[in-house]
């Protein structure tokens, strides 16, 4: 059983950045692939971005490409979110997902073996 716990959401204007984090335990954390999503009010969770198990490949969704940079850290357990440029369409609850040795491609479809609580992103303009 994996849990994973995000911190770093917060209140930031139009412009700014913030950076999620990801904690993972109960698990070995290289065994899978990590993965933001993010649900507005009165929308469906969609995908954010994606990291394969060691790094080396990454996806992301049209609306954050160039202004998102997902990373991950296995000696700490963790995936992370760097958020620049922010958008007052970026507000959601965004969550962390783990899917076993999956890809960052088919994180996509959002079928995930775990996720955690979420964390609120506002973005005002």
């Known amino acids: 059983q994996v849990q994973l716990v995000e911190s770093g959401g917060g209140l930031v204007q139009a412009g700014g950045s913030l950076r999620l984090s990801c904690a993972a335990s109960?698990?070995?954390?290289?065994?899978?692939?990590m993965g933001w999503f993010r649900q507005a009010p009165g929308k469906e969770r969609e995908f954010v971005a994606a990291?394969?198990?060691?790094?080396?490949?990454?996806n992301y969704a049209d609306s954050v490409k160039g202004r998102f940079t997902i990373s991950r850290d296995n000696a700490k357990n963790s995936v992370y979110l760097q958020m620049n440029s922010l958008k007052p369409e970026d507000t959601a609850v965004y969550y962390c997902a783990a899917s076993y040795f999956s890809t960052p491609a088919r994180m996509v479809a959002g079928k995930n073996d775990y996720w955690g609580q979420g964390t609120q992103v506002t973005v005002s303009s």
């Open positions: 990291i394969s198990r060691y790094g080396g490949s990454t």
């Open positions: 109960g698990g070995t954390f290289s065994t899978y692939t």
